[in-house]
């Protein structure tokens, strides 16, 4: 098993621009998030989904959309990026319960120039 | 809202030394997770507390939690250099509409030196 993978590792874009970030896993979970990691703060939650077809906010939110077409993959947009979005996002992933244990994916450092 | 406070922040250890690091948490949670994390990379799982009186061990570090006071320790025992990194505690929600959601601790580095 791969575990959770995220793509792309890395990612420069320019003030205004738009992208996705992709996460996948391959445990048959149901539930997966989306963090970001600033220095000095933790993890925050953006975004998580509690199955195929359902997401929901969490504490940072703004400026964030998320897809979860198919179960193993949880998708996280960017439309309008922002010098504030420059962070390293962690997707994870737990299998049944919200209190199951989280796994996390190798991460994505973004740079908004 | 659940609020988690790890300290210390930054912790400078000598090899061989003991230290611990202290995680306190706001609100009842019904689980307590300790994560590592290296520079550049991904968050390990490194021990999941579910009861009070909870203790793990794993090699020199040793992980509690007392569900009364609201707080984890994480104590180290003859650090060595491969023990450097960052830990962080986590805690979920334990009902409402952020039931199971994990909120984290800021995170202590921590370096070892000889």
């Known amino acids: 098993n791969a575990g959770v993978t995220q793509t792309p590792k890395f990612r420069v874009l320019k003030t205004g621009q738009s992208m996705t970030l992709l996460c996948a896993q391959d445990m048959n979970h149901e539930y997966m998030y989306w963090y970001r990691q600033d220095p000095g703060m933790g993890l925050r939650l953006i975004h998580y989904s509690v199955g195929e077809g359902t997401t929901a906010k969490g504490e940072v939110p703004d400026g964030y959309n998320v897809s979860r077409l198919k179960k193993q993959n949880f998708l996280l947009g960017l439309e309008s990026a922002a010098p504030s979005q420059t962070s390293v996002y962690f997707c994870?992933?737990?299998?049944?319960?919200?209190?199951?244990?989280?796994?996390f994916g190798p991460g994505t450092r973004l740079t908004v120039l | 809202e659940l609020k988690v406070e790890q300290n210390p922040l930054f912790l400078s250890m000598q090899e061989g030394k003991n230290y611990t690091i202290y995680c306190n948490y706001s609100t009842t949670s019904d689980r307590l997770y300790w994560y590592r994390q290296d520079p550049g990379k991904s968050l390990e799982s490194l021990f999941v507390l579910l009861s009070n009186g909870a203790v793990k061990q794993e090699g020199r570090l040793m992980a509690s939690l007392d569900t009364k006071a609201r707080l984890s320790t994480l104590h180290i025992t003859a650090a060595v250099h491969d023990l450097s990194a960052t830990y962080f505690c986590?805690?979920?929600?334990?009902?409402?509409?952020?039931?199971?959601?994990?909120?984290f601790g800021q995170g202590t580095i921590l370096t070892v030196h000889p």
């Open positions: 986590a805690v979920t929600h334990a009902g409402g509409t952020s039931y199971g959601k994990l909120t």
């Open positions: 994870a992933s737990s299998l049944r319960d919200p209190s199951d244990e989280q796994f």
